[in-house]
């Protein structure tokens, strides 16, 4: 079957760094994505990745390892606006979205 | 800013009731969906449509019907509601043939089912 982990919450202070993992077992790749989604909100496309390596915007960058079927999203200098929760999304051969539960990041003070 | 727009946004119903949930988008985009996601759990593709006259299932398409008549609208319709129905529903567009696949997703509408 098709899997997608992630961390279910992860706490950072604010102005840290902090990387969210994920990892995936998909039959077929055509990209990976990293949304975010406040509490009681949708969520809104933070970043793409199709290829191996490091895709920067901004304070936050997404990394893609094809062959060990690995990403993470990494937020720098954290604010208190980032407490959300990061959902990680693998396009598969069908061009389907399979969507892991998401990872809740509480930012503290 | 996305325009793409989702009614009711919280609706209490009792078990058996007919509901539609509306979604419509003003970004001519050609693809549409409906997820279901309950709190801290995935997001799962109920239907989705490539255009006018498509309609697909997705994973949770059993109890549930979609339409496309028109490119911007593309409403969800349960026949019985039951309380299994509880959930938040979310509604969203791409470009059809847009590489990246970015998703547009309405505010969602909260369903309770008594």
């Known amino acids: 079957g098709q899997n997608i982990d992630q961390p279910t919450e992860m706490t950072a202070t604010e102005g840290a760094i902090v990387q969210i993992n994920c990892t995936y077992q998909?039959?077929?790749?055509?990209?990976l994505f990293w949304y975010q989604q406040h509490a009681g909100e949708a969520p809104t496309f933070l970043s793409y990745?199709?290829l191996d390596g490091l895709e920067e915007k901004g304070r936050f960058s997404s990394f893609l390892s094809r062959s060990k079927g690995y990403s993470y999203l990494l937020l720098k200098e954290l604010q208190m606006k980032d407490s959300a929760s990061y959902l990680c999304?693998?396009?598969?051969?069908?061009?389907?979205?399979?969507w892991g539960a998401g990872t809740k990041l509480i930012i503290k003070p | 800013e996305a325009d793409i727009y989702q009614t009711p946004r919280y609706l209490v119903i009792g078990t058996g009731k007919k509901i539609t949930l509306e979604c419509s988008q003003t970004?001519?985009?050609?693809?549409m969906y409906w997820y279901q996601q309950d709190p801290g759990m995935e997001l799962h593709l109920i239907h989705y449509?490539?255009?006018?006259?498509?309609?697909e299932k997705g994973d949770l398409s059993s109890e549930s019907t979609v339409s496309r008549i028109r490119t911007e609208h593309f409403p969800l319709t349960l026949e019985s509601a039951r309380p299994s129905h509880t959930s938040q529903y979310l509604c969203?567009?791409?470009?059809?043939?847009?590489?990246?696949?970015?998703?547009?997703f309405g505010e969602g509408s909260r369903l309770t089912v008594l």
């Open positions: 969203a567009s791409s470009e059809r043939g847009h590489d990246t696949g970015e998703l547009f």
């Open positions: 970004m001519g985009h050609d693809k």
């Open positions: 449509s490539y255009g006018v006259n498509s309609t």
């Open positions: 998909t039959s077929g790749f055509n990209g």
């Open positions: 990745n199709v």
């Open positions: 999304a693998v396009m598969d051969s069908n061009y389907q979205l399979i």
